[in-house]
């Protein structure tokens, strides 16, 4: 365990500071198994993530030096470690591994989303964090990637010269999202959503 905690702390030390794996209980099953019961959840991201208001950023969005989208899924399995929980949708194609891991102090669980078993999004869902947390957070990310101003949530993403996306999410939970555009999962939700919008 000591040799997985140096490993996922050099990797994510960059970016958020030192971190520690924590151990999983009964209800982050249990939310993580609610989350992804079915492609909906899942495919929510996809949905018009990348027909927000694009704010350019000069600096490549990402997330490792380590590994980076694209990475086959044991690859980051043998690197990271055994996952807390996962979710398989067969149909599409699709594992999400999770991870909960301590930030800062805070507790977040760590989705790594995989498409044919490479990578395409990471996801850093905060389970408990104040508003002034957030807004420091936010303001970090912002600096790191030279942008000015104040970030819409609901409205912007931030976008390297690659076409990744970096999308903060302020709803039920705070979330900060790594995605790859060069994938099919869009594709593929899109489709999704498409043909369930008369059905629901």
Known sequence: MGRI?????DFLTNIFGKIRLVKAKNEDHNVFKERY??????????????EK?????????????????????DFIKRLIGK?????????????I???????????????LHFYDQKLFCINYRY?????????????????KYNIS???????????DQFGNGLLIEDGKQF??????????VRDLANSYLESRKYTG
């Open 5 to 9: 905690n140096n490993q996922i702390t």
């Open 37 to 50: 019961s079915n492609f909906r959840n899942f495919a929510f991201l996809w949905k018009d993530s990348f």
């Open 53 to 73: 208001q694009a704010m350019p950023t000069d600096k490549e969005i990402v997330f490792s030096n380590y590994f980076g989208f694209g990475s086959h899924i």
């Open 83 to 95: 996952p807390v929980t996962a979710f398989e949708n067969t149909e599409f194609n699709t594992i």
């Open 97 to 111: 591994l999770m991870y909960i891991i301590n930030v800062h102090g805070f507790k977040v669980h760590f989705e």
């Open 127 to 143: 389970l408990s964090i104040n508003d002034a947390e957030k807004k420091e957070l936010v303001q970090t990310l912002l600096n």
């Open 149 to 159: 101003g104040s970030l819409d949530f609901g409205s912007s993403i931030i976008i």
């Open 175 to 184: 979330s900060v999202n790594y995605i790859s555009p060069n994938s099919r």
